[in-house]
């Protein structure tokens, strides 16, 4: 475990709560909801509301977080500024990969009906697997269902090549946990050169990459990319997390015609939201300094 990853552990969850509110809409499907639309109505951003939850081990969990899926379709209705996203651990991988199919394929049938279209997250490298085989069997029956690649991974080149031929939404990021250096890159700059290479390669296999980023020069960069493939700027999307501070470029990009769709998450119960909050404070570094200066304060105070 890194050092910053060790100070993050100990933040009190209190403080964790208190960081997290910009990143997170709330604890109610309604004010996901209000969060999703309120981008929509004043700066016509688009949305993928995410239930925060991962690594459920129980059935009664799973059961709930399918359950809040749906009622959280019922609620949102059909509509044109959101999407779902969803992670496998969340949804039953703990009984194997079918049951895991069988849960997130009701949660399809059911945004089917009203054109929501869904994402299947990518986790750490030991689900990348069945990530991708559920992907692909359910996106025969359910082509706008879409998947994450994380261009960290060596593997990635290749699991694009796999999927020739789908024409899939695929959400192309660096990916946002630290994997062995036999499996995958670790320099941050080399990822997201690696990133860019993989944008183009989606786009000349004819997939709609969705490029999820808040680094604006490989964003820019990826802009160029499909510019120079001459795609029309409906063959792919930007998407960012909500709660990262960037409004003006957002606004920039969705003037410029691009469309611009943020993640937003949400949980009924703060327990399920404590892993997800505690990535986005690792992720930022002045507040993860922060924190670490002050629990390091407080401990030699203490003694
Ligand atoms: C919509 C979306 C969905 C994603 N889905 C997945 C997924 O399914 N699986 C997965 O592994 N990863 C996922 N990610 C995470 C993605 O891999 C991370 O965004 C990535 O690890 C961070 O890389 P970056 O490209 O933003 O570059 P970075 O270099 O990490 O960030 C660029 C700049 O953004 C700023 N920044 C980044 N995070 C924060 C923050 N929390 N607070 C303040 N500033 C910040 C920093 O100042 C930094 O300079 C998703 C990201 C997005 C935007």
């Not at 890194?2 to 910009?22: D, E, H, Q, R, Y």
């Not at 969340?90 to 997130?104: A, D, F, M, Y």
């Not at 930022?284 to 300094?289: D, E, L, R, S, V």
Request: aromatic share 8%.
């Amino acid at each position: 475990m890194g050092f910053k990853k060790f100070f993050i552990n100990l933040t009190p969850s209190p403080l964790v709560k208190l960081f997290a509110n910009p990143y997170v809409a709330g604890d109610s499907i309604q004010a996901a909801i209000d969060a999703a639309k309120k981008f929509w109505d004043e700066r016509h951003l688009c949305s993928t509301i995410d239930l925060l939850g991962e690594e459920l081990q129980s059935d009664e969990e799973v059961q709930y977080s399918a359950d809040v899926y749906k009622r959280l379709i019922d609620a949102l209705g059909s509509q044109e500024y959101s999407s779902l996203s969803l992670k496998p651990t969340q949804l039953g991988s703990h009984r194997g990969t079918e049951h895991c199919k069988k849960v997130i394929e009701e949660i399809i049938e059911r945004a089917e009906l009203d054109n929501i279209k869904v994402t299947l997250d990518m986790e750490d490298s030991s689900f990348t697997d069945m990530t991708l085989d559920i992907f692909r069997a359910l996106h025969r029956d359910y082509p706008t269902f879409g998947t994450v690649l994380q261009s960290r991974l060596f593997r990635t080149d290749d699991d694009i090549k796999s999927l020739r031929g789908l024409n899939a939404r695929i959400r192309i990021c660096i990916g946002i946990y630290n994997e062995p250096e036999k499996i995958a890159l670790q320099s941050k700059p080399e990822m997201k050169k690696k990133m860019l290479d993989q944008v183009e390669l989606l786009l000349k296999e004819g997939h709609y990459p969705e490029i999820a980023s808040h680094d604006e020069g490989v964003i820019r960069e990826a802009l160029n990319i499909a510019e120079r493939l001459n795609m029309k700027k409906d063959r792919y999307e930007v998407q960012m997390l909500m709660g990262v501070p960037m409004q003006a470029f957002q606004d920039e990009l969705i003037q410029n015609g691009i469309l611009v769709r943020l993640y937003v998450p949400f949980a009924e119960k703060w327990k399920f939201a404590i892993a997800y909050c505690k990535r986005r404070l690792a992720a930022n570094p002045a507040m993860a300094a922060y924190i670490v200066k002050n629990i390091l304060h407080k401990t030699a105070g203490r003694r």
